[in-house]
């Protein structure tokens, strides 16, 4: 058995184009999704895997993800003094919880470039890999199930969708074939190849992977060894692509819904379905929602 995935590395230094003007002066990870910036569910979602050591690469203008995660003096004693007790337990439960560090990205030079900043924070062993735009919603944690089979396998485990249609160009898409293994349904495969937002016609299967990662710490070699691709980035699928080459790679069909919320369409997907879900919120919205004449 692998030993335990202490550390995630969240990158939260992209550009967040998709998202403008919201984007121009906060950080898309700090959108919030109902009444939590989308960062705070990967967070929590590292933190229901095991995970409390949360490494943070931020770009310019990220400091409100800093002071999200920061004690707030000044706000918690004003609750204190109000007696807002839940709302004191909602802003102080997750900064009591993790242990966080930030590294800075300067240019937004690509997903693989905002990994290999985290290096010397993550140091010689396997790590998370968690894109806060994409929510998912599962019994079992995302990562907790790449996990258990990172524990199992001791290797890279990529997070994989099934996605029909002419949607798949927009993903990096694997070519693999099943594995057999307990309890797993026919969900886990090998993973040969990748392709990056291929065009329909050439995708080499309909499963795309998602931003849910757990990778062993060869991948930072790989990462500075592929060549920038166009703009100057470097490209994480393409780190993969030449890790594939000396070290095997799993991909996990997880369990559970995932919205893109980096996308405005999938960020209002994700905002009804979270607050129907609710319990605070959920029945009133529903009502709300029916009452519209659509
Ligand atoms: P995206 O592909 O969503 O890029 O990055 P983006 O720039 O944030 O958004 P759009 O496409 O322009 O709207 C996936 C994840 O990788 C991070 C982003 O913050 C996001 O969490 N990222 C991307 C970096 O940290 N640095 C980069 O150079 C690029």
Redesign the pocket.
Known sequence: MAPKVRKAV??????????LPA?KAQP??MLPLVDKPLIQYGVEEAIHSGIHNIII?T?RGKSAIEDHFDVSFELEHLLETRGKRDLLASVRGISDMIDVSYIR?K?????G??VLRAKELVGPESFAVV???DIIDAETPCLRQLLDIHEFYGSSVLALMEVDGPEISAYGVVDADPVAHNGMGGRLFRIHNMVEKPKPGDAPSNLAII?RYILTPEIFESIEAVPPGKGG?IQLTDAIKHLLRNRPVYGLKFEGKRYDA?DKLGFLQATVELALRRHDLGGAFREYLKSMAL
């Open positions: 969240f990158p939260a230094a992209g550009l967040g184009t998709r998202f984007t898309k990870e690469v770009g990205q240019e937004a030079l690509g997903l470039h905002a894109l806060s735009d931003g980035e980096g």
